[in-house]
């Protein structure tokens, strides 16, 4: 039954369910003025059969006065009840009240220091900021003060040289000159000076602001022999293309650290040296060392050169060039048409991949070759490549993508440079077939481990080699075939993974007396156990570097 709910279990009995309990009472009847009362069949209370006489009563008389006190105690307590449940009620709502109000009032005051604190950090930063403006304003000004103060500067120092008096042949002030050198090195020439001195035999005007050579420019000074340009602001539409024609004497030329887009055109025949690194050269056509048959030395690093902007042609005029450096370009492969005379070429830092069989047939006197810094690996080097080449001495691969030492190395190869690779193993009789052998092995940062070198892999060098390095490796043991090599000058083993030096391994005690080891670097392995004959070949103590070591 729901609360408040009312039933008859029973006829003339009334039930009510209240807070959970039940409370039944009896109908009460009212009296009945007649003389024979009946009660009517499905009904509680009689009613009169008289005709005429009225069933309603005029007074009600309460049948069982006891139950009817229980009801009315019982309905009594109930509404207290209700009326203390409903107080509970009214201070629950209230304390809930309160309770929301106070926080109500604590969220509105973080509210409030929350707003606060955001208030203050703006105003903070917005005073920084101000702060910050006002410093950068004051910097700009004083930038500002500076510059026109230097471009005052500059302006005297125009007016001063534009009064240089002509007993001095015209050099401008910050220039020095002894017998017949002339020095304008960073004295902030912007002009050429309009020299007027015959005897003059060397000018350097190295580290100025020049930024053009007129055609008159070395009428006064007719017999240079060397002139030093370098670091200017020199462009190639700057040089007037009859500036250098009349030097009759001149032998070497520096115009390193310019603008150049282009060899200037004209140079004169006498030249023997021209240096024109660091520029912007895009090209060289087969006229630009038109006439340069007495050049020995040519430097073009650092420009934008490669195989598809160098005429083969190029070249070609260049009958005594022995030294050539084009490192620091765009090369892809070896360019060609390198003159014959060559000794010494230089090809770093650029992006060589391959050497074909025959990109050095012509240079048969080439004795330096250097390719650092490129992208070689061992299977686009043709075998035949360099092979029967009889003065090629000196080879420097160091840090490209070769993972073996090269077969097929020049038979006069007596330098070999192999620093910074991915080399995981010496072939055996590598160095076999050379005449009068290697000398010199660089084998450091690479990936040598005891699998790598084979018994047989330094054949052919145990008389010849003087230095061989094979620090920075990962090598378990001393590699055999060293206690051979009866001409080593210098041996590096450091920086490996060596946990022992037995006897024999370094030193043939056959040959002890004979030995010619004077430095030996052995630390940063794990070296715990060593033999007492080790290093019985070594001249002196001093020369063994044996500390320190690793443990783990």
Not at 150 to 157: C, S
Not at 349 to 374: A, D, G, K, P, W
Not at 424 to 453: C, Q, T
Not at 500 to 512: A, K, R, T, V
Request: hydrophobic share 35%; proline share 6%.
């Amino acid at each position: 039954m729901f609360n408040q709910a009312v039933w008859s279990p029973k006829p003339c009995m009334t039930c009510l369910c209240t807070g959970g309990r039940v409370v039944c009472d009896e109908i009460t009847c009212p009296t009945v003025q007649c003389h024979f009362p009946f009660t009517p069949a499905g009904e509680c209370c009689p009613v009169c059969t008289e005709p005429g006489r009225n069933t309603k009563c005029e007074h009600v008389m309460v049948q069982h006065p006891e139950k009817q006190r229980k009801i009315v105690e019982a309905r009594r307590r109930e509404e207290e009840e209700a009326l203390r449940l409903q107080e509970k009620k009214r201070e629950e709502e209230y304390r809930r009240q309160m309770e929301e109000e106070k926080e109500r009032r604590i969220q509105e005051e973080e509210d409030r220091k929350r707003k606060e604190a955001a208030e203050r950090k703006a105003q903070e930063k917005e005073r920084k900021l101000e702060e910050e403006r006002r410093r950068q304003e004051e910097l700009l000004r004083e930038e500002l003060l500076d510059e026109l103060k230097e471009v005052e500067a500059e302006e005297e120092e125009e007016e001063e040289e534009r009064e240089v008096v002509v007993d001095r042949g015209g050099l401008p002030p910050g220039c020095d000159i002894s017998d017949v050198t002339a020095t304008c090195e960073n004295a902030k020439l912007t002009h050429f000076p309009p020299l007027v001195i015959p005897e003059l035999k060397s000018l350097s005007l190295e580290g100025n602001n020049i930024n053009s050579i007129p055609a008159e420019a070395f009428n006064g000074i007719p017999n240079l022999e060397w002139i030093n340009l370098k670091k200017n602001k020199l462009t190639s539409a700057g040089i007037d293309a009859k500036a250098f024609k009349g030097l009759k004497m001149l032998s070497r030329l520096y115009l390193d650290g310019n603008l150049l887009e282009a060899v200037p055109p004209d140079l004169p025949p006498t030249l023997q040296e021209l240096k024109i690194s660091e520029n912007r050269l895009r090209g060289i056509d087969k006229t630009s060392f038109q006439d340069l048959s007495s050049l020995v030395i040519l430097e073009l690093e650092g420009n934008l050169l490669s195989e598809g902007n160098v005429n083969p042609l190029a070249f070609a005029p260049l009958k005594q060039l022995s030294y050539l450096r084009l490192g620091r370009n765009h090369f892809r492969t070896i360019p060609q048409g390198l003159p014959t005379s060559l000794l010494e070429l230089y090809l770093e830092n650029n992006l060589i991949e391959e050497i074909s069989e025959t990109v050095f047939n012509q240079t048969t006197n080439l004795n330096v070759l250097s390719l650092r810094h490129n992208r070689l690996d061992e299977t686009r080097i043709a075998p035949m490549a360099w092979f029967n080449h009889r003065n090629l001495e000196s080879i420097d691969l160091s840090h490209n993508d070769i993972y073996l030492v090269p077969s097929h190395l020049p038979r006069s190869l007596v330098h070999l440079v192999l620093v910074g690779n991915k080399i995981e193993r010496i072939p055996g009789y590598v160095f076999a077939h050379m005449v009068p052998g290697l000398e010199y092995l660089y084998l450091s940062y690479n990936k040598l481990d005891g699998e790598g070198i084979e018994p047989e892999s330094f054949f052919g060098s145990y008389h010849s080699m003087v230095e061989l390095c094979l620090d920075h490796n990962q090598l378990l043991a001393v590699p055999s075939g060293i206690n051979e090599m009866t001409g080593l000058h210098f041996l590096r083993l450091n920086n490996n993974m060596i946990r022992s030096i037995p006897d024999e391994s370094i030193c043939d005690p056959n040959h002890s007396e004979d030995s010619t080891l004077v430095a030996l670097r052995l630390e940063n392995n794990y070296i715990q156990e060593i033999s007492p004959t080790a290093f019985s070949c070594l001249r002196s103590s001093s020369s063994l570097i044996l500390k320190p070591q690793k443990t783990k």
